[in-house]
Nanobody, 114 residues
Framework: QVQLVESGGGLVQPGGSLRLSCAASGIIFRLYTMHWYRQAPGKQRELVAQIPTSGSANYADPVKGRFTISRADAQNTVYLQMNSLKPEDTAVYYC????????WGQGTQVTVSS
């Protein structure tokens, strides 16, 4: 049974930082490209960042220079470090694992507000 479990969300003030984690089980983690998506109320789910099994990560334009995706294959975990957070970053953040089949986590809420 595949499970992706996100954690680390919460309420943060504008300009603050959060680090999201996604722990995977039931897959050979090192073989999967990992993604972070987000979905704000009333909006479609959008790609935030992706990290392949090897090579460089890619980021959506709104988060370039502020967010960093990384992976620890030995711990079956992918991270999203979010700095200089803005109110428009408020969303439910989902991790995803892709290798032919895509798997999703349940999401973690990030709220950026003063």
């Amino acid at each position: 049974q595949v499970q992706l479990v996100e954690s680390g969300g919460g309420l943060v003030q504008p300009g603050g930082s959060l680090r999201l984690s996604c722990a995977a089980s039931g897959i050979i983690f090192r073989l999967y490209t990992m993604h972070w998506y987000r979905q704000a109320p009333g909006k479609q789910r959008e790609l935030v960042a992706q990290i392949p099994t090897s090579g460089s990560a890619n980021y959506a334009d709104p988060v370039k220079g502020r967010f960093t995706i990384s992976r620890a294959d030995a711990q079956n975990t992918v991270y999203l470090q979010m700095n200089s957070l803005k109110p428009e970053d408020t969303a439910v953040y989902y991790c995803s694992a892709l290798r032919g089949t895509r798997y999703w986590g349940q999401g973690t809420q990030v709220t950026v507000s003063s």
